[in-house]
């Protein structure tokens, strides 16, 4: 079992639409997650971080936490074609070895379409 | 506030060949991250500096790769006798501790390496 996983994609949503990226991660402990956005050839940006269960909104952005399903969401409302790009999750964990570096996903490929 | 620099953006070498790779962080950072991305692959961990100590290694980091932070501010990372499956996209990062902050990661531009 891969310690992130993302569905890879790409996930496709029209302009306008809600995109709904999916993340879940194996180590129950984990503490901190993060949303990246990457274009293609690119390094990753921060777009979020969120630490407690519930949601937390920025913009048009909101990431979603439930630690007990180990399961954490990134929505995207009223999507654009600049939002096209990769999304990675990505998690810090507390125990030894794990509580500094971030464990990423594969990253989801989102395509916004005209 | 300037953001991670790293240098060069991309290099190109032989097999066999020694290669570096600078990484300046966000000023009073004191953690610095190397990372490494393969196409289709999310970052995967290299080690990092807490100032200017080495407090981590992956065990991805072979004893053809070193890293140092001399003096708690840039960082290199050297690859000795590069091998084709060294080509990949090098990130670096940097994030602060303190109290009130979470220890985010802001990553720089990246260096691609292409081993030939």
Redesign the interface.
């Known amino acids: 079992q891969k310690e992130?996983e993302q569905n890879?994609g790409p996930l496709s949503v029209p302009e306008g639409a809600i995109a709904s990226l999916n993340c879940t991660y194996s180590d129950r402990v984990s503490q901190?997650f993060?949303w990246?956005r990457q274009y293609s050839g690119?390094?990753?940006?921060?777009i979020m971080?969120i630490?407690s269960n519930g949601d937390k909104e920025d913009g048009r952005f909101t990431a979603q936490l439930n630690k007990a399903s180990q399961y954490v969401s990134l929505l995207i409302r009223d999507s654009q074609p600049s939002d096209s790009a990769t999304y990675?999750c990505?998690v810090?964990g507390i125990r030894a070895?794990t509580a500094?570096?971030?464990?990423?996903?594969?990253?989801t490929r989102l395509q916004v379409t005209l | 506030d300037t953001g991670v620099s790293q240098d060069p953006r991309h290099k190109i070498t032989k097999r066999g060949q020694n290669v570096t790779f600078r990484c300046d962080p966000i000023s009073e950072h004191n953690?610095l991250?190397w990372?490494r991305q393969t196409l289709?692959?999310?970052?995967?961990?290299l080690t990092?500096f807490q100032n200017e100590a080495q407090?981590?290694k992956?065990r991805l980091l072979s004893n053809r790769f070193s890293a140092e932070r001399p003096k708690g501010s840039f960082s290199t990372l050297e690859i000795q006798r590069t091998e084709q499956g060294d080509s990949a996209?090098y990130?670096c990062?940097s994030s602060y501790t303190g109290l009130g902050k979470?220890?985010?990661?802001?990553?720089?531009?990246?260096t691609r390496l292409t081993v030939l």
Do not use: H, N
């Open positions: 992130v890879s901190s993060f990246y690119k390094s990753p940006e921060l971080s630490y990675l990505a810090k070895g500094s570096k971030l464990t990423f996903g594969t990253g | 953690r991250y990372y289709g692959q999310g970052p995967e961990f990092y407090l981590e992956s996209m990130l990062a979470g220890d985010t990661q802001y990553f720089g531009p990246g």
